[in-house]
């Protein structure tokens, strides 16, 4: 219909009302002029219109109201500047400055409202908003239903809460809950977060954001995070992502099953298979849950944790029953340096319980490590115990030097032990208080005894049969290798030994005080740190 007709038959009808009856004054009595289209439904009475008209047309019976017009079903008010009630089709329409009062609760203002009594159902137009104290809602057209308090748009809509604003090309506002669906292109601005989405569910009290589809969602930071289930309550600022949510900052990628985190606090969970890949720092870490504190710059890891440092061709794998890494305490001002908050050279690195690590040069076992960022050096603890190539070394306390990410020097403090296995029973033994073992590529290349060294080895002739038992001591001692196996053993002060032949000796029994052979210890591939089954 074209709605200025509805204006002109008013001004018609009007005029034949000044000529047939003689004029009224308005606002009438609310029994004569109220309209009760069913047994089930309250009735549309009018509070007040500056001028009526009645007509019938086509058996059609139409009240045409002007001039500050006010009506009323049960809670609900109507207001406009002029309106047609059609009483044979239990339905009105209004004009001009258009408002809707829903039980002191929505308010909606609109240019042209088209209203089924019955139904209870409005459809508005004519730069439409919509408010419910908390935020308001803006859009082309609305179609509201206040049997079920439910508004949709289907044109486009913007949300304003606050500093808060959605968009979306579709929406349904359910006002008893207070909850918006937003549907098609959904955007949200907020001054912490930007986020993109297909389908998000908005609560105008709460301010808690539900997401139902896949989101991208950016905040001040730069740093992103891509999900398809969950919530982010932005009044408290706690988060919660499932179906495994994707979350990016700076050169960081994380994964999990489930992702929690609190903005106010600064700590974040993440459980169920998590992933985290640093590309700056070239590691990758694995386990089950992991707890970071942002404003301690703190990562907490449980749960069959494994800390891949990856590197060309021997990349490192180290698991333990806890992961943690945390900055290194504040340095006196005399020593400090300017650099980053950031800078990973400032930080150090913990593992707790069960402690293994695995290269293909190097392997390594004990209950607790220590690795600092700064010097480069992991510092193993309690009955720790380092293999290359077929030695085993043994010590209270071993101290290995890295350089460029690879193992370069080994120090063995107190009850240092190298044991090389050459056949069954048969054991090349070196120990000493302390020793200092140097590799080239991972392979022991050469290792220097000091302080009560002992030495027993097998001598070889070239065909490789045992053809004695070198066992001496000395103050200190200088051994070398040759791809990885003992080659000969130099003796520097206060020597003394014996050289017994092999048949005056059982190599059974032939042991140094303290000799332990722990290769079931051993990790013997990256598939054993990750527990998976080659």
């Keep these: 219909m074209n709605r200025s007709l509805p204006v002109l038959i008013s001004f018609i009808c009007l005029l034949t009302t000044l000529v047939a009856n003689a004029q009224q004054r308005f606002p009438p009595s609310r029994d004569s002029l109220s309209i009760g289209p069913s047994d089930s439904t309250k009735p549309v009475e009018i509070l007040h219109a500056d001028r009526l008209t009645l007509q019938k047309k086509d058996s059609i019976d139409l009240q045409i109201l002007v001039g500050k017009v006010e009506l009323q079903q049960g809670t609900a008010r109507f207001y406009c500047d002029s309106c047609v009630l059609n009483q044979t089709g239990n339905s009105f329409e209004a004009w001009g400055s258009v408002r809707l009062l829903d039980a002191d609760t929505t308010d909606v203002k609109a240019q042209h409202l088209r209203y089924l009594i019955a139904e209870r159902v409005a459809y508005l137009d004519g730069n439409v908003r919509l408010s419910d104290g908390k935020g308001s809602l803006q859009t082309p057209d609305l179609e509201y239903n206040m049997n079920s308090d439910i508004g949709i748009y289907r044109h486009g809509g ?179 340096r300017k650099t980053s908050d950031n800078d990973s050279t400032l930080r150090f690195f913990q593992a707790y319980k069960h402690v293994r690590i695995f290269t293909d040069s190097l392997q390594a076992a004990c209950d607790s490590l220590y690795y600092s960022y700064q010097d480069s050096a992991f510092r193993l603890y309690q009955e720790p115990v380092i293999w290359s190539r077929g030695s085993q070394i043994t010590g209270d306390t071993i101290l290995v030097r890295t350089k460029n990410k690879k193992a370069e020097k080994l120090d063995i403090f107190e009850n240092s032990l190298l044991v090389q296995r050459l056949d069954p029973e048969v054991y090349n033994q070196v120990k000493s208080i302390r020793m200092a073992a140097f590799l080239t590529n991972g392979s022991m290349d050469s ?32 051994i070398y290798f040759l791809q990885g196996e003992l080659d000969r053993v130099v003796f520097r002060s206060d020597v003394t030994g014996t050289v017994w032949p092999m048949r005056e000796k059982n190599p059974a029994t032939m042991r140094l005080p303290g000799f332990r052979w722990l290769d079931e210890q051993r990790p013997r591939s990256r598939f054993a740190i990750l527990r998976i089954k080659e």
Excluded: W
Aim: with cysteine.
């Design 158 to 336: 913007k949300v304003l809460n606050g500093k808060t604003i959605l968009t979306s090309r579709e929406g349904y506002y359910y006002a008893g809950l207070r909850d918006i669906y937003f549907i098609k292109d959904v955007k949200l601005t907020d001054p912490a977060y930007k986020i993109t989405t297909d389908s998000l569910l908005y609560n105008m009290d709460s301010r808690v954001t539900r997401f139902v589809a896949q989101t991208e969602i950016r905040d001040s930071t730069g740093r992103t995070v891509e999900t398809r289930d969950g919530f982010y309550d932005m009044s408290s600022g706690k988060a919660e992502f499932g179906k495994r949510p994707v979350i990016r900052d700076g050169k960081t990628r994380i994964t999990g099953e489930s992702i929690r985190f609190n903005d106010k606090t600064g700590i974040s969970e993440a459980s169920g298979s998590v992933v985290i890949i640093d590309s700056a720092q070239g590691t990758t870490l694995q386990a089950g849950r992991v707890v970071q504190d942002n404003k301690k710059k703190t990562v907490l890891s449980t749960d069959h944790p494994v800390l891949i440092v990856q590197q060309d061709k021997d990349s490192v794998y180290i698991t333990a029953d806890t992961l943690f890494s945390g900055p290194l305490p504040h340095q006196p001002d005399s020593l400090a």
């Design 447 to 478: 290792l220097q005894a000091k302080g009560y060294a002992e030495c027993l080895y097998f001598i070889q002739d070239d065909g490789g049969a045992y053809s004695g038992i070198n066992e001496s001591k000395a103050d200190r001692m200088d």
